[in-house]
């Protein structure tokens, strides 16, 4: 594939930054004597070592010199032995077609983000710019929304199903591109080059794309030449035994760039995620992070390093069935709730994956009383208004988004979103 057409030009591409190259360079050679890098002396550190303890009751160590190692400048990319614990991740459970692959312009290559928001700044600024049209779903996360349009990027939302994107949606999207963004004003748009979605879990409609469906958008991407942006945070989230099959182990072309993060089986606060996909891809965002100086917390990716080799592959596996079971359960005693007490004021659909219920009020077309603080505050309840999600800022939805993973009063939670609606309703 031609990656060029992908990236926009950078601004600061024709400036050179020798003092970074070196000094990341340098991290490569253990026995090179670096005069170059604005370092300071690994001796002086004052923290010389802390512990982890983990919910068994293991305590995870770092001693004296792994915390000299950590509390230095560390490579852009990642550490290696953290990169490596990520290929063996993909390995097992997506075992991408370009995994292996000899041929040097479908290389599969690694970088560990802060997060996965900080992954999406750096990749849309690399891949979007004005009059660019980016495909996603037609409710998408509003920080993912604003990073394309800070970009320049004019959006096109896609229509879903209980499966996902609809196929006859993407493929009106990609002849009729111009027409579906009323801001153009008369603006020549090019032709969309990005689909960014989902999969799995979706943020906010809790839909779940199926292998099949995936498969028909991949044929798609691949008669358009499109770049799949594949943000899939809740994949290790799926409520079955077999997970759905993800676009990245359906890519024989490298087309495909999965976004993962620790946020969603640790910890938020960790601000761990990685970018998985074709090398050529990977480089710019390296080459980015390196311009910008951006880069996780050498001493959290080390705490994360540690819990891979404390759990190793089965461990993770099993940590994984842990949550599933344990959210399962905080789904399943939500819904219940909802079915005693809000089956006459809102509909919805059980997802198969990650934390959110896409509900819709049966009485209200417009769910934007839930941004009203004051008034959720009466009910001590919030739920999000489904407009934060839109695509199509002009339209009013009656849909909002619950998040049932966060507490564990789930019972005190609905019926306090009962007597909310209820109060909506008699407001009309």
């Known amino acids: 594939m031609d990656y060029s057409r992908f990236l926009v030009p950078q601004k600061e591409a024709n400036e050179p930054y020798i003092t970074r190259i070196l000094a990341m360079r340098a991290f490569q050679l253990p026995n090179l004597i670096s005069l170059a890098g604005g370092l300071p002396n690994k001796d002086v550190v004052p923290i010389v070592g802390c512990s982890f303890t983990c919910a068994d009751g293991t305590t995870l160590t770092v001693d004296k010199d792994e915390m000299k190692k950590a509390s230095t400048y560390q490579s852009t990319k990642g550490n290696p032995k953290t990169l490596s614990w990520i ?80 196929t006859d949606d993407l493929k009106d999207a990609l002849t009729r591109w111009q027409q579906r963004v009323s801001v153009a004003s008369g603006r020549k748009l090019r032709k969309p080059r990005l689909l960014y979605t989902v999969p799995t879990g979706h943020n906010p409609t809790g839909v779940t794309t199926s292998f099949e469906r995936k498969k028909e958008i991949y044929k798609i991407a691949q008669e358009h030449d499109l770049l799949i942006i594949e943000d899939d945070p809740y994949f290790y989230l799926q409520y079955s035994e077999d997970f759905v099959p993800s676009y990245q182990s359906l ?90 007490l809000l089956t006459d004021l809102i509909e919805w659909k059980s997802p198969e994956a990650g934390l959110y219920i896409w509900a819709k009020l049966k009485n209200n077309q417009n769910s934007l009383i839930f941004a009203d603080m004051e ?54």
């Open 87 to 166: 290929h063996k991740i993909h390995a097992k459970y997506h075992n991408p077609p370009i995994l292996n692959d000899g041929n040097p312009n479908k290389r599969f290559s690694t970088v560990v983000t802060p997060g996965c928001m900080g992954a999406m700044h750096l990749l849309f600024r690399l891949t979007v710019e004005t009059d660019d049209v980016v495909l996603l779903e037609e409710f998408s996360f509003g920080g993912t929304k604003k990073n394309m349009r800070l970009c320049g990027g004019e959006l096109v939302g896609l229509k879903m199903d209980e499966q996902g994107i609809r």
């Open 251 to 340: 890519d024989t072309d490298g087309r495909v760039i999965r976004l993962d993060s620790m946020s969603k089986l640790a910890a938020p606060g960790f601000r761990v995620g990685w970018v998985t996909g074709p090398d050529a891809i990977i480089r710019e965002i390296v080459a980015a992070q390196t311009c910008c100086s951006i880069s996780i917390s050498s001493l959290t990716e080390l705490a994360i390093m540690k819990l891979f080799d404390h759990w190793g592959m089965d461990g993770f596996h099993q940590h994984i069935n842990y949550l599933r079971d344990f959210y399962q359960k905080l789904r399943d005693r939500t819904e219940q709730m909802m079915h005693e």
């Open 375 to 428: 008034f959720c505050e009466k009910h001590d309840v919030f739920v999000v208004p489904g407009v934060d999600f839109s695509c199509d800022l002009n339209n009013a939805t009656s849909y909002f988004r619950i998040c049932f993973t966060y507490t564990n009063q789930q019972e005190e939670a609905i019926k306090r979103l009962r007597n909310l609606v209820v109060d909506i309703n008699a407001r009309q």
